[in-house]
Structure formats: structure tokens, C-alpha cells
């Protein structure tokens, strides 16, 4: 049997000291011959295309949130007008309850008061030659006022 001392001594490592890296890991090039090819990349392209890609994803969403604001502006404006129509609708003579869903019809007296009717511009008659016919409305859920029809001499603003 060997010495172990002997044994150690014998052994002869193959591998040049001089040509192993302690830790080829973290090499900034391959460190065999058969290893993947590694170049540094440029980063001013790097970041160039992050920008790029990063203004384009930013810009299209802020365009889809600009078209929200503009849906939303639009909604609102259409609801504060249904609302002042209201007002105005509210101020005239009403003899009846009006139901929800159903169309009335909004007219001028001689002496300038107005009215809510049932009766349509084109179903009174005789009777009908003391008013100018201003607008259909509909009564809607939120009682609110729905403009149908309007004549082209009256506005709802005055």
C-alpha cells in the first residue's frame, strides 16, 4: 500500500493555473472555446429603444384617456342641458301629471305664458290659433326633459 503522502505527490493537475479564471462566471467573454459568443451591447441604442418604446405605449394611453375626458365633457354638457330644459319645462303651466316615457308637447300663449300639453301642434283645431308651438318633449326616468322636436324660432337658452 501507498504512502497518502506519496500519493499527493505523485498527482499532477493537468489544468495550467495561469489559463483558468477563479470565477469564469463573471467574464465579460467566453471563457471556452465552444462557449456562447458574448458582445458588449451599445447602450445608448439600449436606451434609445426604451425611450422609444416607453413615449409610444405613454402617448397612446394618455391619447385614450384624452378621449375619455372629451366622451365624459361631452356627457356632461348634454346632462346640464337636459337639466336647464328641465328648469325651463318645470316653470310652465302643468294642469296634469306627467308620466315618464310619454311625449308632450311644449307651447306659447297670447300672453306669453307658457304651456305643457298633451295635444300635438297638428290636433287642435280652431282652438290651437292662440298658440305658437315651441317643442315635443319627453319625460324620461331621472324626470328630466328630453327634447324631441324644436321649433326653429324658439331656444330653450332664451
Do not use: C
Not at 372629451?70 to 296634469?96: H, M, V
Amino acid at each position: 500500500m501507498k504512502d497518502p503522502k506519496q500519493a499527493q505527490k505523485e498527482f499532477i493537475n493537468p489544468i495550467d493555473p495561469d489559463k483558468i479564471a477563479e470565477n469564469p462566471h463573471l467574464l465579460p467573454y467566453a471563457h471556452t472555446v465552444g462557449g456562447a459568443v458574448i458582445k458588449p451591447e451599445d447602450k445608448g441604442k439600449l436606451k434609445g429603444r426604451a425611450l422609444s418604446a416607453m413615449n409610444q405605449q405613454t402617448d397612446m394611453q394618455l391619447s385614450q384617456i384624452y378621449e375619455q375626458m372629451q366622451l365624459l365633457a361631452s356627457q356632461a354638457q348634454k346632462i346640464q342641458a337636459r337639466k336647464s330644459i328641465s328648469d325651463y319645462i318645470y316653470q310652465t303651466e302643468l294642469r296634469f301629471e306627467p308620466l315618464i316615457n310619454h311625449t308632450y308637447h311644449l307651447y306659447r300663449k297670447k300672453n306669453e305664458q307658457l304651456m305643457l300639453s298633451l295635444i300635438g301642434p297638428n290636433a287642435w283645431g280652431k282652438s290651437g290659433a292662440e298658440l305658437t308651438y315651441l317643442a315635443s318633449v319627453k319625460l324620461l326616468a331621472d324626470h328630466t326633459w328630453e327634447v324631441l322636436e324644436q321649433s326653429p324660432d324658439f331656444s330653450f337658452n332664451g
